[in-house]
């Protein structure tokens, strides 16, 4: 029986030894075998990505981990998924294993914080370059391309101003080049759009956000296509990157109401957005919610769906009182990481740059306007209205 998203998802492996409706949380670094020719032909199994339901050592996962590969597998559409203990170790995970001295990489200039880090910082003691490009201008990442490029390093929407981009024509370009994509979809999830369908190598996603849903699980998962699976293998093998099984199962958890969960952050997002819109104190909001937008028709055009994360720019000359309206919301957790349950607030200084943070090079907005990202959560909508109108007051 042929099993819509939405079903699949409820129907994970259940626990038959023990008749549980939840599969089992298996912790183990050793695997014993019956025979070393067992153990052997196991072992090409695993590098020839055929079937398997346990590893033959614990550093490369455990029956839990493989379990929730199967599922985001069937998510993604993909070749095979690579599970990491933290979001940022997909993202190292795809640069370690695929890039070499001497390489280039490209990297769209909204990508999230640490993503820039390793690009800026990290890299370039191994002799790899990174080149930042304008999410805004297609150009501008055509021009960057020399035959020194290995990888295209995409995240749609950017981190805290939610640019999209034409990722299709980033596709077909990186294609001809002959050149690796990488696409960060933990706004999208691929619930509302498959990269890998589109023509990316890899998918990235941080377990920590969405899927896991309930702020109490860390963790990363790569989706990768055949042509690049043995290098991201090799590498993952060695490196020890993987996720442990009591975090799979608490994603596995998380991804039973995946659905249900995005839907209903989007529908509380609209209503919070047709507030913000009418303040005067508000000057934009970084959210695809104007049909004549360019960000709204690439939305349209590539995503099924969105979700609860968006930012808001406020003009003001004080930036102390932008920082009172942060600190006066009550239901509105002020800390790092979204796709919970709750709501949450950060205000978000993206020119700073220190000896361990890289700025913005295409920087739109004036020194008097301040990106506030908010993350809308599962709570009454007309309370967490009431709480912005509250707070918005403080505002100079």
């Not at 999230?112 to 390793?118: A, D, F, M, S, W």
């Not at 819109?277 to 919610?289: C, R, S, V």
């Not at 993350?375 to 100079?396: A, C, F, N, Q, V």
Request: hydrophobic letters at 35%; aromatic letters at 12%; one cysteine or more.
């Amino acid at each position: 029986m042929k099993k819509s998203i939405s079903t699949f998802l409820k129907h994970p492996t259940k626990d038959n030894s023990n008749r549980s409706a939840n599969p089992p949380v298996t912790r183990a670094s050793t695997i014993l075998f019956n025979s070393m020719q067992e153990l052997v032909d196991h072992e090409k199994k695993t590098k020839s990505n055929k079937k398997i339901s346990y590893y033959s050592y614990g550093r490369y996962g455990s029956t839990t981990t493989i379990e929730l590969e199967n599922i985001l597998k069937r998510l993604e559409e993909a070749y095979h998924v690579f599970l990491t203990g933290t979001g940022f170790g997909g993202v190292a995970l795809a640069i370690m294993s695929l890039c070499r001295p001497g390489d280039e990489i490209l990297v769209s200039d909204n990508v999230y914080g640490p993503t820039k880090e390793i690009s800026e910082h990290l890299i370039k003691e191994f002799n790899i370059d990174a080149k930042f490009y304008n999410p805004d201008d297609f150009n501008d990442l055509k021009d960057k391309i020399t035959k020194k490029t290995k990888m295209i390093l995409v995240e749609n929407p950017g981190s805290n101003t939610f640019e999209f981009q034409d990722l299709s024509k980033i596709v077909k370009l990186a294609k001809r080049k002959k050149i690796i994509t990488f696409l960060d979809n933990t706004w999208g999830t691929p619930l509302y759009l498959k990269p890998l369908k589109l023509g990316f190598d890899m998918s990235f996603c941080s377990a920590t956000k969405y899927f896991s849903g309930h702020s109490d699980a860390m963790g990363g998962s790569l989706a990768v296509n055949k042509k690049v699976f043995k290098k991201v293998m090799f590498f993952y093998k060695l490196s020890g990157y993987r996720m442990s099984a009591d975090e799979a199962y608490l994603i596995i958890r998380g991804l039973r109401t995946l659905d249900i969960r995005l839907s209903k952050h989007y529908e509380n997002t609209k209503k919070v957005i047709n507030f913000l819109k009418k303040q005067k104190k508000i000057k934009e909001i970084l959210y695809p919610h104007k049909p004549s937008s360019k960000n709204y028709k690439l939305w349209k055009k590539y995503y099924t769906g969105a979700n609860g994360l968006f930012s808001i720019v406020i003009k003001s000359k004080k930036k102390t009182s932008v920082v009172k309206f942060v600190n006066k919301l009550e239901l509105f957790g002020i800390g790092y990481s979204w796709g919970g349950f709750e709501s949450l607030v950060l205000l978000q200084d993206l020119r700073i740059k220190t000896k361990y943070t890289v700025a913005r090079k295409y920087f739109r907005f004036a020194k008097d306007e301040h990106i506030v990202r908010l993350h809308i959560g599962l709570e009454d909508p007309k309370d967490l209205i009431d709480d912005l109108k509250k707070s918005l007051r403080y505002i100079k």
